[in-house]
């Protein structure tokens, strides 16, 4: 009797741990993986996904919290960027999504908000700053592109369909705007100054001070992708 019984609570466990749905409630399966299907069903996710999923370890991601980012810039301008966050990403727009040939490829068009602290020195464009302050770019639009390959990988006896490489490339597409409190340490008309330079020439600053940290944030977001398709099974995402 003993040994039915074990035999049974075996197949029982299982079972269970087979059969039981991993995928939030909020994921559909588009038959045939169609575009128009996919553009829908990821355009009605993101508002979900960027809250995290606890239960499968994703972190949230919008708000997007930067602890610390430090880059060496042309013009030997050295930034610090710290207790910052990046909104908005709930917000983005599906343009088009397809899905072929094990690549998945997105556009999507964002309207971003990136605060913070931080610390620079250096020269950007015809000005040598030296600042310490709060940080505020404004992104109106960031249109990302992103090609996602896809692999099966089978663990356990359960098939999923993880993503073993990514590609990505973004421009703005309107104009981004910058608020830096003193950016000229002691002299808040001078920083004045500069800051209105700066927004005035936005699309020749953006690259140096705006790209970094977005692609910083592209990279986090898209780690949580992959975590996500790791976790789980084909068979709850693709019919």
């Known amino acids: 009797m003993s040994y039915k019984i074990i035999i049974l609570s075996v197949f029982l466990s299982?079972?269970?741990r087979l059969s039981a749905k991993v995928a939030p409630d909020y994921i559909h399966i588009c038959p045939g993986l169609k575009s128009a299907c996919l553009k829908d069903n990821i355009q009605k996710t993101i508002p979900h996904f960027v809250k995290g999923v606890p239960n499968l370890g994703l972190i949230a991601t919008d708000p997007l919290k930067v602890n610390y980012l430090k880059f060496d810039l042309p013009g030997n301008l050295k930034i610090e960027f710290f207790n910052g966050n990046v909104t908005g990403v709930r917000k983005c727009i599906v343009d088009s999504v397809k899905y072929e040939d094990l690549t998945a490829d997105l556009t999507v068009n964002c309207e971003l908000v990136i605060k913070g602290k931080y610390k620079a020195r250096g020269k950007v464009l015809l000005f040598t700053i030296d600042g310490?302050?709060?940080?505020?770019?404004?992104?109106?639009?960031?249109?990302?592109?992103?090609?996602?390959?896809?692999?099966?990988?089978?663990?356990?006896?359960?098939?999923?369909?993880?993503?073993?490489?990514?590609?990505?490339?973004?421009?703005?597409?309107?104009?981004?705007?910058?608020?830096?409190?003193?950016l000229f340490k002691g002299n808040p008309e001078l920083s004045q100054t500069i800051l209105t330079f700066?927004?005035?020439?936005?699309?020749?600053?953006?690259?140096?001070?705006g790209q970094p940290m977005v692609n910083e944030a592209l990279k986090v977001t898209l780690n949580v992708v992959k975590k996500f398709f790791k976790s789980i099974p084909k068979n709850e995402l693709i019919a």
């Open 132 to 182: 310490d302050g709060d940080a505020k770019i404004k992104i109106k639009s960031m249109i990302v592109n992103v090609k996602l390959f896809f692999e099966d990988k089978v663990r356990e006896g359960v098939t999923y369909h993880e993503i073993k490489n990514t590609k990505w490339t973004s421009r703005f597409g309107d104009k981004v705007s910058f608020v830096f409190t003193n």
């Open 198 to 209: 700066l927004n005035e020439n936005w699309e020749q600053v953006v690259d140096e001070f």
């Open 14 to 16: 299982t079972f269970c």
